[in-house]
């Protein structure tokens, strides 16, 4: 493969190039947030209440 073909591919790639929707998506994600936090929260909660006990 040639320099030339290689550089078309490149400039091919990057103009046919799409934005996703959830890009421009600005609905809240409250929901998705409170439940990726609540496992975080329960560990830390459980590691506290460890620390504690060891006191």
């Given at each position: 493969?040639?320099?030339?073909?290689?550089?078309?591919?490149?400039?091919?790639?990057?103009?046919?190039?799409?934005?996703?929707?959830?890009?421009?998506?600005?609905?809240?994600?409250?929901?998705?947030?409170?439940?990726?936090?609540?496992?975080?929260?329960?560990?830390?909660?459980?590691?506290?209440?460890?620390?504690?006990?060891l006191l």
């Amino acid at each position: 493969m040639t320099q030339a073909e290689i550089r078309a591919l490149e400039h091919a790639g990057r103009s046919t190039a799409v934005w996703s929707n959830e890009v421009y998506d600005i609905s809240p994600h409250f929901g998705d947030v409170a439940r990726a936090l609540f496992p975080a929260a329960l560990i830390l909660a459980t590691a506290t209440a460890l620390l504690v006990a060891l006191l």
